[in-house]
């Protein structure tokens, strides 16, 4: 049989009867058709199951008055319950408002409240957030609310409500002090207060005499006229490094704090 050769010859080899066996036994290649690959799609990892808001949620409101507003403020924070009736029942925080006369500030409260809900509803360990807004500090400066303890801000006080919340439901455990502590705490604090009560007698009577006659009696200025009700510790105690409380005082050439037991001695 002929064949036609229709293009230029540029090169030649000479067929062998042994090749043309291989080519025939040999089975030919597939046809791979290409076809465009499909387009990447971003997975969503999400920290946990998606939930869906029940109609009535359990929770609390705690109060916030502050010498930074005029009005206080109403902090809610719902909880969810999961596994209810189960040995792993759980609450968790759900969702959060603040809620005040005040709306000077209303903006960044709406999305505070709003971006800490987006948090607590995506699951996971949430306790983060607490330890966050303690950390913001007012450039303007803090305050002592009652009970002598310092708020570096309004924020770290919604933070410490927060904590105090979930304390409240377990999902953070507070290391309580120890049997000796508390003993210790208690000998400071009566060994205090017997040496105040003993000031105010010595020095009594030239006080007296000093004062003009149309002034107060001196028993009213002593250390220990903790006539304030709201004065958990001293007047005259300072604040603890440690937990952020006016309750240190100095013992024996020693800062010791009443509330926590913090001692720079040991």
């Known amino acids: 049989m002929a064949i036609k050769i229709g293009k230029k010859i540029k090169g030649y080899s000479v067929q062998k009867p042994e090749d043309k066996a291989k080519t025939e036994v ?67 925080p759900f969702e959060i408002f603040i809620n005040s006369k005040n709306m000077d500030h209303f903006q960044w409260i709406v999305a505070l409240t709003r971006i800490m809900s987006a948090v607590f509803r995506k699951g996971g360990d949430v306790t983060f957030v607490v330890e966050e807004m303690k950390a913001v500090f007012d450039p303007r400066g803090g305050y002592f609310k009652a009970g002598g303890v310092y708020m570096p801000s309004i924020v770290a006080e919604i933070g410490a409500v927060v904590e105090e919340h979930m304390k409240m439901i377990g999902l953070i455990h507070d290391p309580e002090l120890s049997d000796e502590a508390r003993r210790m705490i208690a000998e400071k604090r009566a060994a205090y207060d017997a040496r105040s009560k003993k000031k105010p007698e010595l ?50 050439g020693c800062a010791t704090c009443l509330n926590c037991g913090y001692s720079k001695c040991g």
């Open 26 to 92: 040999a089975p030919s290649a597939p046809v791979v058709v290409a076809t465009p690959a499909a387009p990447k799609t971003a997975d969503v990892i999400r920290m946990s199951e998606a939930i869906e808001r029940p109609d009535v949620l359990i929770g609390s409101t705690y109060k916030i008055k502050s010498p930074l507003f005029e009005h206080a403020l109403y902090v809610t924070l719902n909880d969810i319950v999961l596994n209810a009736g189960t040995a792993h029942e759980s609450r968790r």
């Open 203 to 252: 020095s009594s009577e030239p006080a007296a005499e000093a004062r003009p006659r149309s002034s107060e009696p001196s028993s009213s200025a002593g250390p220990d006229s903790n006539a304030d009700s709201n004065e958990k510790f001293p007047p005259s105690a300072t604040m603890c490094l440690k937990c952020n409380t006016k309750a240190t005082i100095i013992m024996d």
